[in-house]
């Protein structure tokens, strides 16, 4: 028995059926390279995503929180900055997963090759930053902070007293989680690594949680910042750690 052909009218409704279907997918397509074109320049030119390593800024920071870098403008005292480890700091990582490469390929990530660490910043070139005052408060350039922010395992614990000058070109930067941070004190007072960051590496300043929605929030400039002078000394050569902890 020989099958019926399909007459003229029919395969031009088959066509008209599929040819909604074609158009979807290719928009649909469009829409996707349209995103990642935005968010890619976005990220290139503005603002960045960074999961948070560690406990280390709790209770601001949770260890896993995903935060936006703003990266644009100079650094400021107080700030929450993202900085690249170029230091050694951290444990090398295993290598990242195809998808995390492809992101940062297409920019929507940042450089997978590279590690990110996240303190808040205390010191600027120049700056003599000391521990501690008779209220065990941290000083910059002789005004002591209130720092509200500080979280201590252990209530009774007293911040690692120290006093330095921060060199040319770098920061020095702590977790809000006092003690348990392995910051630029810590490294100064271990003399295992070099304790300052360089301004090179500020990947840029957290502006906001992203998610867990249920932790979205916007960060700002502790107001105890506000009275730090400007330093009063040139900063000293980077080779030349001008510093002691006790």
């Known amino acids: 028995m020989v099958a019926e052909e399909k007459t003229t009218e029919e395969t031009g409704q088959a066509r008209k059926q599929r040819h909604p279907m074609v158009r979807k997918a290719v928009e649909f397509a469009i829409y996707i390279v349209v995103v990642l074109l935005v968010l890619a320049l ?3 030119f503005l603002i960045q ?11 601001t920071l949770q260890n896993g929180d995903t935060l936006l870098a703003w990266e644009q403008g100079a650094p400021q005292r107080g700030m929450i900055v993202v900085f690249r480890d170029d230091l050694g700091w951290l444990d090398p990582a295993p290598p990242a997963p195809l998808w995390k490469e492809v992101l940062s390929w297409v920019k929507i990530l ?12 205390i010191g600027l070139p120049g ?5 501690c005052d008779a209220q065990g408060r941290l000083s910059v350039n002789g005004v002591a902070l ?17 006093d330095l000058i921060v060199p040319e070109g770098h920061i020095f930067v702590l977790g809000d989680h006092r003690d348990n941070s392995a910051d630029s004190r810590y490294h100064l007072c ?16 957290a502006v906001a949680i992203m998610r867990p929605f249920s932790r979205a929030q916007w960060f700002s400039i502790p107001s105890t910042f506000d009275n730090v002078p400007p330093p009063t000394v040139s900063p000293p050569n980077p080779d030349d750690i ?5």
């Open 42 to 44: 976005v990220r290139v």
């Open 49 to 59: 995503p960074f999961r948070v390593p560690s406990g280390s800024m709790e209770h």
């Open 110 to 121: 940042p450089d997978q090759d590279d590690q990110y660490l996240v303190k808040r910043l």
């Open 127 to 131: 700056d003599h930053v000391s521990c």
């Open 146 to 162: 209130d720092e509200s922010y500080v979280y201590f395992n252990n209530a009774n614990s007293a911040q690692r007293a120290f």
């Open 190 to 205: 271990a003399g295992d690594v070099y304790p300052f960051p360089s301004l090179d590496s500020i990947q840029g300043k």
């Open 242 to 246: 001008v510093g002691t902890c006790s």
